[in-house]
């Protein structure tokens, strides 16, 4: 049996660049998994979409397909434009079995990457002493992901005894430059950001800016495709596709058992 196709999903950016990475991260994952049929998707900004994806596929002879959003704030909701494309797709393809993962959300394994991260940024400001932490994220996540964020933080500053102040990207709180602030008001000098971000879109572009204007001594890059982060998606897709198949199965038992109902 053939596996289903795994399809990234991401939110888009007007910048190519965002494109050019995201499809960067599609292509160390198919490096990773050959077996796999591995694709991307956008919700907005910039193609394919997910009909258009699903089409290609679906031209291909593919009937099974798992879209995993590439959310880093949300850790059970997929955001709602992903859930309406879910459901123009089924409307679309009727016979095609299709699933939205859960996101890949702030799973604590991406720690260990904002360390690496924020230690290259370091490394490359020449800067030897940090006193402060900022955890800048996108934005507010589903209840879920949101509880985990904070946690996250709290583990961050636990691990490496300093205080760690939470941004966010979309005004639903304190911006990069407000977190800044307010550990200065704590006596802190020497404050670095790790972003936990996937690429670097323009959300990124103005946290990180608004940060070294505020004086932070370094800024971390984006994760890309850090193993990690690819790790985090195959285990998404690994769950989500062995539910489309108990799924499946339930569905071809049903009509084999009641060959003239409604389900065939």
Same mark, same amino acid.
């Given at each position: 049996m053939t596996a289903p196709a795994l399809v990234l999903l991401s939110q888009g950016s007007s910048d190519p660049q965002v494109a050019h990475i995201l499809h960067g991260v599609r292509k160390q994952l198919q490096m990773a998994r050959p077996e796999l049929s591995v694709h991307i998707a956008f919700l907005d900004h910039c193609p394919p979409t997910g009909s258009t994806v699903v089409s290609t596929l679906v031209q291909r002879g593919v009937r099974e397909m798992v879209f995993i959003p590439l959310d880093m704030t949300r850790a059970v909701d997929p955001e709602p434009a992903a859930v309406a494309m879910l459901s123009r797709v089924r409307a679309s393809f009727p016979?095609?079995?299709?699933?939205?993962?859960?996101?890949?959300?702030?799973?604590?394994?991406?720690?260990?990457?904002?360390?690496?991260?924020?230690?290259?940024?370091?490394?490359?400001?020449?800067?030897?002493?940090?006193?402060?932490?900022?955890?800048?994220?996108?934005?507010?996540?589903?209840?879920?992901?949101?509880?985990?964020?904070?946690?996250?933080?709290?583990?961050?500053?636990?691990?490496?005894?300093?205080? =760690?102040?939470?941004?966010?990207?979309? &005004?639903?709180?304190?911006?990069? /430059? +407000? $977190?800044?602030? %307010?550990?200065?008001?704590?006596?802190?000098?020497?404050?670095? =950001?790790?972003?936990?971000?996937?690429? &670097?879109?323009?959300?990124?572009? /103005? +946290? $990180?800016?608004? %940060?070294?204007?505020?004086?932070?001594?370094?800024?971390?890059?984006?994760?890309?495709?850090?193993?990690l982060v690819l790790d985090l998606v195959l285990a998404r897709y690994a769950f989500a596709a062995m539910e489309l198949l108990d799924s499946q199965v339930a569905q071809d038992s049903f009509n084999r058992e009641h060959p003239f109902s409604l389900a065939n």
């Open positions: 016979d095609v079995a299709v699933t939205l993962a859960r996101p890949i959300g702030p799973a604590t394994e991406l720690l260990n990457v904002l360390d690496t991260m924020v230690r290259e940024g370091l490394r490359s400001a020449h800067a030897v002493e940090l006193d402060g932490l900022v955890l800048s994220t996108p934005g507010t996540g589903d209840v879920r992901g949101n509880a985990l964020i904070a946690r996250r933080a709290r583990q961050w500053s636990t691990h490496h005894r300093l205080p =760690v102040v939470v941004s966010v990207g979309d &005004g639903s709180g304190p911006n990069s /430059a +407000q $977190a800044i602030a %307010a550990l200065r008001s704590q006596g802190r000098r020497h404050i670095g =950001v790790g972003s936990f971000f996937v690429a &670097g879109d323009e959300n990124f572009h /103005a +946290q $990180a800016e608004l %940060a070294r204007q505020a004086g932070a001594i370094a800024v971390s890059a984006p994760m890309g495709a850090h193993p």
